[in-house]
């Protein structure tokens, strides 16, 4: 076992800082630690944006433009700024996406979060000073899980993995490298499992962004086969949470799952999002001005916009996770409730066009497109 780092002296390289999750991690740690060393590499793929960091840039965090595949670049920032922890993020993250082009998946999904810990084991385990305190910890999905049916008890942490889409499967085997670079290397290693997130700053092609931004512009809500699907949805912000008391207090070798016991299926909540903003114009006449081609605005309810599509290929039917591990071993409690949570994120596209508006353009408008035609 690796000497215990102690959180006020961790020192951070945080790979896909400006993705979803990543920046608002990036914004949680900041506010819980004031004053620690946050290095952010991000390849500033279509996900990344570092409009999601602008207000912490200058803040002690230093943004690096790179791939996670670039072992020399990831090593030279290991060495130069001194970093003992990395929070790995970096990913192609979107389902749909591996299943029209697995390539990039498997290249940044597995190849990277290897090249991150042959770096890792080069400064950490095998440097001149020898051994040196550190953790590495990798954020994984639930989805490595499999599926569920309607009656089957939540994933556990020692659920068996049974990846059914690319990214899953490309996400189950970087959780397997991390797994053998603690037990073959004694790298000191975590891993942590988490259900599907929301919140601000998240890319518009996934269901709950996407839904809301296709409402204010009186666009289609597609619908996969019969809108039955289930997800357990949890607040951004708590998923942070998660990952900072298992860098705090989180074992050497273990895996945690991190979810909201909040399985919601998929119509129910594009129906509670439609109610969600019907209500918001009904309240405040001035978004029918900024938004005038929105279902409200035209004087029909945003249900009207749902629309059933072809089912994604290979569809899970339902996930949810069973966090009980890291609540009873790491005191975790989400401190959102979804109806908190889905309020604010409304409010929040609501509320910073100028943050969404820019990632609408030609290349949006092709993915859009390609997932029509499909
Ligand atoms: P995201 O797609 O929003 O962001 C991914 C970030 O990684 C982007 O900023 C992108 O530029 C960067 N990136 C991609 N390839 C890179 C590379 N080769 N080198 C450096 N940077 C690269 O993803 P997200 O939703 O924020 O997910 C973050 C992590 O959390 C992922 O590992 C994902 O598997 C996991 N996760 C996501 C969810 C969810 O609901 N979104 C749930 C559970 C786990
Ligand atoms: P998504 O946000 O892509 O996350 P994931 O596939 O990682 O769970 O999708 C959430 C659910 O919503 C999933 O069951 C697929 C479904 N979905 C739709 O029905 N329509 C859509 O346009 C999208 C993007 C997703």
């Known amino acids: 076992m690796v000497e215990k780092l102690a959180a006020a002296k961790m020192r951070l390289l945080v790979t896909g800082g400006a993705g979803f999750i990543g920046a608002n991690f990036c914004h949680y740690w900041r506010c819980r630690y004031p004053q620690g060393t946050l290095v952010v590499l991000d390849a500033l793929t279509y996900a990344g944006n570092r409009a999601s960091l602008s207000s912490l840039e200058g803040q002690a965090c230093t943004f690096v433009a790179g791939d996670i595949n670039d072992t020399p670049l990831v090593e030279k920032l290991l060495q130069e700024h001194e970093l003992n ?15 029209h082009d697995p390539d990039a998946f498997l ?25 040196i305190p550190h953790r590495f910890h990798h954020i994984s999905t639930d989805e490595v899980y499999g599926t569920l049916g309607p009656q089957d008890p939540a994933f556990r942490e020692d659920t068996p993995y049974a990846p059914n889409s690319p990214y899953a499967a490309s996400k189950a085997a970087s959780d397997h490298l991390v797994r053998a670079y603690q037990h073959t290397y004694g790298l000191c290693t975590t891993t942590s499992n988490c259900s599907n997130n929301y919140g601000p700053y998240h890319f518009p092609e996934k ?29 951004v912000e708590d998923h942070c949470q998660g990952i900072a008391l298992i860098l705090e207090q989180g074992v050497e070798g273990e895996n945690y799952n991190i979810g909201g016991h909040n399985e919601w299926a998929n119509l129910d909540i594009v129906r509670l999002i439609c109610r969600l903003l019907d209500e918001a114009f ?8 900024r938004y005038p081609h929105a279902a409200p605005s035209q004087g029909k309810p945003a249900e009207s916009l749902i629309s059933y599509v072809k089912d994604r290929p290979g569809h899970d039917r339902r996930y949810a996770i069973d966090a009980s591990k890291i609540g009873r071993e790491l005191g975790y409690t989400p401190q959102h409730s979804f109806e ?24 949006y408008a092709q993915w859009v497109q390609k997932q029509y035609a499909s």
């Open 282 to 289: 009904a309240a405040d006449a001035t978004l029918a001005e």
């Open 107 to 131: 290249n940044t999904n597995i190849l990277g979060t290897h090249s991150l810990l042959r770096a890792a084991r080069k400064q950490w385990l095998d440097g001149p000073q020898g051994v």
């Open 340 to 363: 908190e949570g889905i309020r604010k994120t409304v409010d929040w596209y609501l509320q910073n066009t100028g943050w969404w508006q820019p990632l609408l353009g030609e290349q």
């Open 207 to 235: 269901l709950i962004p996407l839904v809301i931004l296709n409402i204010l512009h009186g666009r289609p809500l597609p619908i996969y086969g019969d809108g039955q699907q289930i997800r357990d949805w949890l607040f």
């Open 85 to 99: 922890t990395i929070v790995h993020f970096a990913a192609e993250s979107h389902v749909d996406r591996s299943i």
